[in-house]
């Protein structure tokens, strides 16, 4: 089993920053890839940014250049920096753990809202 816990949501400014925490403890391989979905109001889960082994990253074209995903040694912590943010980046944001036979493990979510 896998338990993930996120941290860092909250309001900001158009423009501002912030940066998400998610916690992973339990059974973690190093094959297993660490993501950050999303989902805002009336809309679908969608991935934000993922992050796998050898640090291989991936973004979605809406955050490209201005979201960071990273990922400690130990594989256990993954933050996502979310600069320049504006008010369509406002969502639930889910931590995810994905196996590489495909079985996923979600946080609980955390909020970030962006409006002046």
């Known amino acids: 089993q896998v338990q993930l816990v996120e941290s860092g949501g909250g309001l900001v400014q158009p423009g501002g920053s912030l940066r998400l925490s998610c916690a992973a403890s339990?059974?973690?391989?190093?094959?297993?890839?660490m993501a950050w979905y999303r989902q805002a109001p009336g809309k679908q889960r969608d991935l934000v940014a993922r992050?796998?082994?050898?640090?291989?990253?991936m973004y979605s074209d809406s955050v490209k250049g201005r979201f960071t995903i990273s990922r400690d040694n130990a594989k256990t912590t993954v933050t996502l920096q979310m600069n320049s943010l504006k008010p369509e980046d406002t969502a639930v944001y889910y931590c995810?753990?994905?196996?590489?036979?495909?079985?996923?493990?979600w946080g609980q979510g955390t909020q970030v809202t962006v409006s002046s």
């Open positions: 339990g059974m973690i391989f190093s094959g297993d890839v």
């Open positions: 992050i796998g082994e050898g640090s291989k990253t």
């Open positions: 995810a753990l994905i196996r590489p036979y495909g079985s996923v493990y």
